[in-house]
């Protein structure tokens, strides 16, 4: 049913870059996230901070709606979540913009890395992955390891 956030994170962690350079070039300019998908992951993020579930489910891509219920969602991402424990702060960290991503059809992608902290896992890392569509940025994929 999620099968697509897993195909995406197995082969996501290749597409990071660390830190950019002060003047990239323009082919490096053109993978670079741009600051609205870094605050619509952060926002999306703070739901699952705040248990909000459904409400994460639903600021999600239609395509990854179309895959399965608000509830088969929050079977799916509340263990995980509640695993960690409280959440206590991120930072974000790496990120990449891309138009290819394994198994999915081209078109405009990020992925934007958070270094995070909850308490039963203080140097979590978590991976937002989202596309660029008419509406918007929106997230296709959640990881956290």
Do not use: C
């Not at 489910?57 to 239609?62: E, K, N, R, T, V």
């Amino acid at each position: 049913m999620f099968g697509i956030l897993a195909a995406v994170f197995a082969l996501s962690t290749g597409l990071m870059t660390v830190g950019a350079p002060a003047q990239p070039s323009q082919a490096e300019a053109q993978n670079v996230l741009p600051a609205e998908a870094t605050e619509v992951a952060q926002n999306w993020l703070k739901l699952l901070d705040e248990k909000q579930w459904a409400a994460s489910h639903q600021a999600m891509s239609d395509t990854v709606k179309a895959m399965g219920s608000d509830a088969e969602w929050e079977a799916t991402v509340a263990p995980v979540r509640e695993s960690l424990g409280a959440f206590g702060g991120r930072t974000a960290s790496d990120s990449k913009r891309d138009s290819i991503l394994p198994g999915m059809p081209n078109g405009d992608y990020g992925i934007q890395q958070f270094k995070s902290r909850f308490a039963n896992h203080s140097d979590a890392v978590e991976t937002v992955i989202m596309s660029r569509e008419a509406e918007g940025w929106k997230v296709i994929g959640y990881f956290v390891r």
